[in-house]
């Protein structure tokens, strides 16, 4: 792990990435399935010759910041190989399970302690702070062995260590101040660590002398971030969806706004309606993540003719 001095990009609401360009794809968060489904989408509009890979920049959040590192080191048909390939899986997270002597609650509950944070905070600034209080409380009735296993976890998923030449930003939220931060390859952190930090939505993974959490607690998708970006393209699990109150400008509604008001083109992909119940609940479910990803290189292939005028 780097534990040298590092210096994220500190994103707020009115901070946007240092340089623009010409294409950008925003990969939001969803979970197991929600990676495995942005996987099958890039193989789907790969193979119909359509490349996201050619990004000027590639904005990457929660699960969508391990797509991201993936297809930095691999194309995106040997991404989906890999998952139809592996060994039939079982539901995660079951009950007694345990996570540095902290037990792993089920989704339902994990949703459950996010919803009554979301509903006790004023706002969203509010509401970051006070996950990253509840995180930090977990983690102080850990044993810390929790970390370790979760960098050997995330970088047993990447194909390569080293940040790409091409500009990709891993999103994340200090624990300590709530502030949401930006990961690149001129802020002295490892890939690994960078979307080990991005998928931290329980206990916070600590980079140097800062622990961070979910990068989705500032957006799920954070597709604002691609502003001054000509041509934009967002892949959504969570179809575009928000838990927070809609007054807060969370959902991505409110970011293509952001976005087409400042000038750029954008086109959005959901998972369609036969596969969104692999998603949300399931999100954490190992053995749909093939299903998952066979909705989504479908997708993707039915999609690639119409975005052909966006991207190429």
Request: aromatic share 6%; glycine share 10%; charged share 20%.
């Amino acid at each position: 792990m780097n534990t040298s001095s590092s210096a994220p990009l500190h994103i707020d609401a009115t901070s946007r990435v240092r340089a623009a360009g010409e294409r950008a794809v925003v990969l939001g968060g969803g979970g197991s399935t929600g990676n495995a489904w942005l996987i099958g989408v890039a193989a789907g509009l790969f193979d119909a010759g359509l490349d996201v890979t050619t990004a000027d920049l590639t904005v990457g959040t929660s699960a969508g910041s391990t797509a991201a590192a993936q297809l930095a080191g691999a194309t995106p048909t040997e991404l989906l190989a890999a998952i139809l390939a592996a060994a039939p899986q079982q539901r995660t997270g079951p009950v007694g399970t345990e996570r540095g002597h902290v037990p792993i609650r089920p989704v339902a509950d994990h949703l459950t302690r996010i919803n009554k944070i979301i509903a006790s905070a004023e706002d969203a600034p509010d509401m970051r702070r006070r996950m990253g209080a509840a995180a930090l409380d977990m983690d102080a009735a850990s044993d810390g062995s929790w970390q370790t296993q979760w960098r050997a976890t995330v970088a047993s998923r990447l194909p390569g260590q080293r940040w790409p030449q091409r500009t990709v930003l891993i999103t994340a939220v200090d624990a300590d101040t709530g502030e949401p931060v930006g990961f690149d390859r001129d802020s002295g952190v490892d890939l690994a660590d960078a979307v080990a930090a991005s998928c931290a939505s329980g206990l916070p993974y600590r980079i140097g002398d800062s622990r961070y959490i979910d990068g989705g607690y500032r957006r799920n998708e954070n597709a604002d971030l691609a502003t001054g970006y000509a041509r934009v393209l967002v892949l959504s699990p969570f179809g575009g969806r928000s838990l927070q109150p809609p007054e807060w400008g969370m959902q991505l509604a409110a970011q293509v706004d952001e976005l087409r008001a400042r000038g750029s083109r954008v086109e959005t992909i959901f998972p369609d309606s036969n596969s969104e119940h692999l998603f949300g609940a399931n999100a954490m479910d190992l053995s749909l993540r093939p299903p998952a990803a066979r909705a989504g290189y479908e997708q993707g292939r039915a999609r690639a003719e119409q975005l052909t005028e966006l991207w190429c």
